[in-house]
């Protein structure tokens, strides 16, 4: 009997360490590259552009068998086809309950021991989709990042940066600011952001791609130790 019960404490205790594995094991997939968020940035765009396009295309004229009067209850009706369209689309990709976890590389570059400040430079970036007149990318009002546009090689591009990445300064004292340093080549900024969609109604038809940072801490990934945090 005793050792009956010794083998059942001893399988309970081998289940327990592989949910805790699975646990760190998903944890450490929660961290997201720039690029692959962008990936789901772009693949969400695209869905809005062609959904768009189409709209606007079918509303655009009045067909010859058509009253005005019919025409405008068509494009009334098809108005909140799309918008539910659109929330299907974030319920089906869970948007409405995922966070994507993205970082951004940090290095530190200076510390004032007397003012207790490090600063910190963040080069790294998201690209995000540009704006056409169906589809406009946003985010959402914050402290700490920005979207904007710029012309590199004849092409546009817009981007998702900390709004100031070059000189991030950040109020620590010595002992932690020793810490991150020690750290540095392990050293993110962790961005969590939520991803949300609608339709503009005011003037032309144009779907909105909201990003919105909800969170955004300092962190050594391989130790998952946070330094600093603050939400935006």
């Not at 530190?108 to 080069?123: F, G, H, N, S, V």
Request: neutral net charge; contains cysteine; proline residues 3%.
């Amino acid at each position: 009997m005793k050792c009956y019960l010794f083998v059942l404490v001893l399988f309970a205790g081998f289940q327990i360490s592989i949910l805790n594995a699975q646990e760190t094991s998903l944890a450490a997939d929660e961290n997201m590259k720039p690029e692959s968020f962008a990936q789901v940035l772009k693949t969400e765009w695209t869905f809005l552009r062609d959904e768009m396009d189409a709209f606007v295309t079918s509303i655009k004229t009045k067909d010859e068998f058509e009253t005005t009067q019919e025409f405008e209850q068509r494009k009334s009706r098809q108005r909140g086809e799309i918008v539910v369209k659109l929330r299907n689309r974030i319920n089906d990709q869970k948007f409405n309950k995922r966070i994507f976890k993205v970082l951004l590389k940090a290095e530190p570059k200076q510390y004032d021991a007397d003012r207790e400040e490090y600063i910190l430079t963040c080069q790294e970036t998201i690209e995000a989709p540009y704006n056409i007149p169906t589809v406009v990318s946003e985010i959402t009002s914050n402290k700490y990042l920005m979207l904007s546009d710029s012309i590199g090689g004849g092409y546009r591009l817009s981007k998702i940066s900390l709004i100031k990445g070059d000189n991030f300064v950040w109020h620590v004292t010595r002992d932690i600011a020793k810490m991150a340093k020690a750290a540095q080549s392990n050293l993110y900024f962790r961005v969590h952001f939520s991803i949300d969609t609608r339709i503009s109604t005011a003037g032309n038809p144009q779907a909105v791609l909201s990003i919105q940072p909800r969170f955004i801490e300092l962190v050594d990934i391989t130790k998952n130790q946070v330094f600093w945090k603050d939400t935006p």
